[in-house]
């Protein structure tokens, strides 16, 4: 019942914008921190962005400038706003949320960036 579901994946040319969405079932959702990571081929999952149930941003180094991590709470999800896509950004992106001794994981979306 409490399955994070990830959209808004696809493919992008460098230097497109895609933004993801996802959503989590719950009363609590306002609760959780909510976190966004991808694994690229041949690589290990890496956090990309978080977020607070205040507010506050993380964003790993790679994707500063560029990605937005944002919340929705009366919608229970969401968002990474990417912009200024590179070739290197594409991998499976997956949703997390944590809260306490859980953690919920999504399917993961793929997003490719190629010209």
């Known amino acids: 019942q409490i399955q994070p579901v990830e959209s808004g994946g696809g493919a992008v040319q460098p230097g497109g914008s895609l933004r993801l969405s996802c959503t989590m079932s719950g009363n609590i959702f306002s609760r959780y921190l909510m976190a966004w990571y991808r694994q690229a081929p041949g690589k290990q999952r890496e956090l990309v962005a978080d977020?607070?149930?205040?507010?506050?941003?993380n964003y790993a180094d790679s994707v500063k400038g560029r990605f937005a991590i944002s919340r929705d709470n009366r919608k229970n999800t969401v968002y990474l706003q990417m912009n200024s896509l590179k070739p290197e950004d594409t991998a499976i992106y997956y949703c997390?949320?944590?809260?306490?001794?859980?953690?919920?994981w999504g399917q993961g979306t793929q997003v490719t960036v190629s010209s």
């Open positions: 997390n949320g944590r809260l306490k001794l859980y953690t919920y």
């Open positions: 977020i607070t149930p205040s507010g506050s941003t």
